[in-house]
């Protein structure tokens, strides 16, 4: 059969309209298209359950580096986790910081945790094991400067995609650090201290946890009041822990553990996978006190 240009032309838009409407479709029941990709860039890993959350090492096997206190300045060095392929491209940073007296080991569970779901952790020791939850704060952000330029794993990382969290006087300093620098994604205090309870400036979505046998930092007195002085359009929550204490973050902890993922994934990464966990509100349990937040979630 003889085509004329004018039928070619029209055959070939014909065929291309066919060919669009095909690639829709596919992009409309294949998760794993391009087009849900270019909505989630930053998506890591294979799709979370309750299960992937809670267990004791994600899908990404993990290495770490240490860091001398002689090869840094503005914090005490630390411990560098990360995941060990590259595959999937940059990932998201954590700094954590340790709490009054303490030092990285207190919080050490975190590192490998947290990077085997697909992020770099950085759990430092402070200049002192006495400062205060401002200079904590500074010492954080320190931290997290050290990754994004100076360390060994910085090509690892997306810089624009950081967090903070902090256990007592490093949660207070968590809370300090978000303050300082509002462009940080995600913010996570466990058992919280310091003398600042209004948090009104805060930019960064905040996950706020308390321990309802705390007698060190109450949360009447601490979790509380931070929580509920930040902004009521802010991205936020709080996870009041149950039958724990102050130092419950100091050793591995599953609820810790599942809702931090969670948080850190939701907003580090905006992997919207993870709103399931967070929204609707957790309710109370044998490990949950209380959870209070604002769902959904507007970032």
């Known amino acids: 059969m003889h085509l004329t240009p ?3 032309s029209r055959r070939r838009s014909l065929l291309g309209a ?7 479709l596919c992009a409309t029941l294949l998760p794993g298209t391009q087009a849900q990709a270019a909505d989630n860039p930053y998506e890591r890993g294979p799709a979370p359950t309750v299960a992937s959350i809670e267990a004791l090492r994600g899908p990404y096997s993990v290495s770490e580096t240490s860091v001398s ?8 060095g630390g411990t560098i986790y990360y995941p060990t392929s590259t595959s999937d491209g940059t990932f998201g940073a954590i700094a954590i910081s340790p709490g009054f007296t303490a030092y990285e080991s207190s919080i050490a569970w975190l590192g490998p945790r947290l990077a085997s779901q697909g992020f770099v952790v950085f759990t430092i020791d402070t200049n ?5 939850p401002d200079s904590r704060g500074d010492q954080l952000l320190a931290a997290l400067d050290y990754l994004t330029q100076r360390s ?3 090509g690892r990382i997306d810089s624009t995609r950081l967090g903070v969290m902090g256990h007592s006087m490093g949660g207070g300093g968590t809370l300090e650090a978000a303050k300082t620098r509002p462009s940080l994604q995600a913010a996570i ?4 201290w310091n003398l600042d309870k209004t948090w009104p400036e805060l930019r960064t979505p905040t996950l706020v946890v308390g321990a309802d046998g705390d007698s060190v930092a109450s949360v009447s007195s601490h979790s509380e009041p931070f929580y509920e002085s930040l902004p009521a359009s802010l991205d936020k929550a709080y996870l009041e822990l149950n039958n724990a204490n102050h130092f419950t973050p100091n050793s591995s902890n599953t609820t810790i553990a599942k809702y931090s993922i969670s948080w850190l994934k939701r907003f580090i990464d905006n992997d919207t996978r993870y709103e399931q966990f ?22």
């Open 69 to 76: 206190s002689l090869a840094v300045s503005g914090f005490g």
């Open 128 to 132: 002192t094991v006495y400062d205060q």
């Open 278 to 299: 967070l929204c609707p509100l957790p309710r109370p349990s044998l490990t949950i006190e209380e959870y209070r937040g604002n769902c959904p979630h507007t970032s």
């Open 18 to 24: 066919a060919a669009a409407a095909a690639a829709a």
């Open 189 to 192: 205090p466990l058992t919280g």
């Open 152 to 154: 060994t794993v910085r």
């Open 6 to 8: 004018t039928s070619r």
